[in-house]
T-cell receptor
């Protein structure tokens, strides 16, 4: 099993739709989780952190399910500008060392 | 602030050539790292540095060297390029450590023939 797995997509959704992506992780000791956004042929940029209690930033909601070992990203009222690849990042810290593992990304295409 | 800058944007090398990818940041970040991104694979850590004069290997260090003589600069050197090193290379920095928000440079697209 991969350490971090994402459905590569693409997810094709019409503008205004709600779409959700999941990211599963294999190590139950993982402590920190993030979502990054990567536009085509650009660098990844932080979208949001994922907190145990869940968090919301405008149209974006991130949640963590420790029991089932996955994080999710929900995008409401999709915009054309949301078209991008969404990368999840899982961090495992042991002692003073940390290991960041990036998922391969889920591609979202929002259409008119 | 320019953030994280990388040069060159594109590079084509022949097998066996060496070159240095440049990375600089002006945010006074202590932590810097190099990743490569290949289709169907997540970003993989090549080398990282927790401060000037300190570097360490990541997940895929073979064939690459780094140095960190200043806080601002973190060049990545390909010793003898191989086709397997064809990839997109991203430099990243963060304030203090790898668990902080990573700020990525625009990337270098490298092709090795």
């Amino acid at each position: 099993r991969k350490e971090v797995e994402q459905d590569p997509g693409p997810f094709n959704v019409p503008e205004g739709a709600t779409v959700a992506f999941n990211c599963t992780y294999s190590n139950s000791a993982s402590q920190s989780f993030f979502w990054y956004r990567q536009d085509c042929r650009k660098e990844p940029k932080l979208l949001m952190s994922v907190y145990s209690s869940g968090n919301e930033d405008g149209r974006f909601t991130a949640q963590l399910n420790r029991a089932s070992q996955y994080i999710s990203l929900l995008i409401r009222d999709s915009k054309l500008s949301d078209s991008a690849t969404y990368l999840c990042v899982v961090i495992l810290t042991t002692g003073t060392a940390s290991k960041l593992t990036f998922g391969t990304g889920t591609r979202l295409q929002v259409t008119l | 602030n320019a953030g994280v800058t990388q040069t060159p944007k594109f590079q084509v090398l022949k097998t066996g050539q060496s070159m240095t990818l440049q990375c600089a940041q002006d945010m006074n970040h202590e932590y810097m790292s190099w990743y490569r991104q290949d289709p169907g694979m997540g970003l993989r850590l090549i080398h990282y540095s927790v401060g000037a004069g300190i570097t360490d290997q990541g997940e895929v260090p073979n064939g690459y060297n780094v140095s960190r003589s200043t806080t601002e600069d973190f060049p990545l050197r390909l010793l003898s390029a191989a086709p397997s090193q064809t990839s997109v290379y991203f430099c990243a920095s963060s304030y203090f450590r790898d668990t902080d928000t990573q700020y990525f440079g625009p990337g270098t697209r490298l092709t090795v023939l």
